[in-house]
């Protein structure tokens, strides 16, 4: 079991960075995807949920009308749009599957800064 996340990097403020978490060895499509979140000496916050079949999605307050999380079931692959970046952005970001079982990626660090 994999997921591998990518797509992060240095972006000014107000910026635009898209999140690609790359999944294999179970079943993509079955699980809830997740998008987490940790910046040093803070507790992880869940960003963003998407449902098996991408017909449900969830976002924390922070990100809302910000983040667009996103699926492709024929790529076992979740995206995650973030649009106007602030500096609060700063994190590693970690993809997440839920069923039966729980897998996490290894993270990517977005940073946000001029």
């Known amino acids: 079991v994999q997921l591998v996340e990518s797509g992060g990097g240095l972006v000014q403020p107000g910026g635009s960075l898209r999140l690609s978490c790359a999944a294999s060895?179970?079943?993509?499509?079955?699980?809830?995807m997740r998008w987490y979140r940790q910046d040093q000496g803070k507790e992880r916050e869940r960003v963003a949920l998407?449902?098996?079949?991408?017909?449900?999605?969830t976002y924390a307050d922070s990100v809302k009308g910000r983040f667009t999380i996103s699926r492709d079931n024929a790529k076992n692959t979740v995206y995650l749009q973030m649009n106007n970046l602030k500096p609060e952005d700063t994190a590693v970001y970690y993809c997440?599957?839920?069923?039966?079982?729980?897998?996490w990626g290894q993270g990517t660090q977005v940073t946000v800064s001029s």
């Open positions: 060895g179970f079943t993509f499509s079955s699980y809830i």
């Open positions: 997440n599957a839920l069923s039966q079982y729980e897998y």
């Open positions: 998407i449902s098996s079949n991408g017909g449900i999605r």
